[in-house]
C-alpha cells in the first residue's frame, strides 16, 4: 500500500489522528517533527531558537525524501511542510496525500498558548493570515482533504472510509 501522508495547519489533529490510523491498519507510524527532534536531540521550539527557521526547514524536506522508496507507512507532517510548494512534488511521490482541516475557529481554540508552537508566538491575527495563505497550498497536493473538527477516533475513521471507497485500502 502507498504510505499514507496526513497533512494540514497547526492543530489540525494530524499527529494524534495519523497515530490511530496506524494502529487501526496495523501500519508504522511517522510524525516528521518527532523525527526532527530525534535527530538533532533538540525539541521544535529549541530548533527554532538555537538554528533557526531554515535549518529546520531544510531538515524537514530530507526528512521527506527519506520516504520516497518506501510504502505502508502513515505519516504525519509538520504544518509547514506541505505549505512550502518545493516539496510538493516529494510528497506526491512518497505517498497518497491526505490534508486535515478543522477551520480557523477551532484551530485557534486547539493552538494558542501552546509555547510548543514558535509560530503563534506572533498572535491570532499571524496565525490567521498564515492560516488563509496556506490553504490554497495545501489544497493544491491533497489528494483527499477530510475535516477534522471532531474527535480525531471520528477524523481517522472518517479516512478509512474514504480511502477504503478510493481503493487506496
Ligand atoms: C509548523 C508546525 C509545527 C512544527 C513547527 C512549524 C508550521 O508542526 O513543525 O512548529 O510551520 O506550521 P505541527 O503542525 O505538528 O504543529
Known amino acids: 500500500m502507498k504510505n499514507i501522508i496526513l497533512c494540514g495547519f497547526m492543530g489540525s489533529g494530524k499527529s494524534s489522528v495519523g497515530r490511530l490510523l496506524a494502529e487501526r491498519l496495523s501500519l508504522s507510524f511517522f510524525d516528521t517533527d518527532s523525527l526532527i527532534e530525534e535527530r538533532c536531540g533538540m525539541s521544535v521550539a529549541e530548533i527554532f531558537e538555537k538554528r533557526g527557521e531554515e535549518y529546520f526547514r531544510a531538515l524537514e524536506t530530507e526528512t521527506v525524501m527519506s520516504f520516497l522508496?518506501?510504502?505502508n507507512n502513515?505519516?504525519?507532517?509538520?504544518?509547514g511542510l506541505a505549505a512550502n510548494r518545493s516539496n510538493h512534488s516529494a510528497l506526491k511521490t512518497a505517498g497518497f496525500v491526505v490534508l486535515l482541516d478543522c477551520g480557523i475557529e477551532e484551530t485557534l481554540l486547539r493552538i494558542m498558548g501552546d509555547k510548543?508552537?514558535?509560530?503563534?508566538?506572533?498572535?491570532a491575527k499571524a496565525v490567521c493570515e498564515r492560516?488563509?495563505?496556506?490553504?490554497?497550498i495545501y489544497e493544491a497536493v491533497a489528494d483527499l482533504t477530510v475535516e477534522s473538527d471532531g474527535a480525531p477516533a471520528d477524523t481517522a475513521e472518517k479516512i478509512v472510509r474514504l480511502l477504503e471507497e478510493l481503493k487506496i485500502l
Open 69 to 71: 522508496n518506501t510504502e
Open 74 to 79: 502513515i505519516i504525519s507532517l509538520g504544518g
Open 116 to 123: 510548543s508552537r514558535p509560530l503563534t508566538a506572533g498572535g
Open 131 to 136: 492560516y488563509n495563505e496556506r490553504r490554497p
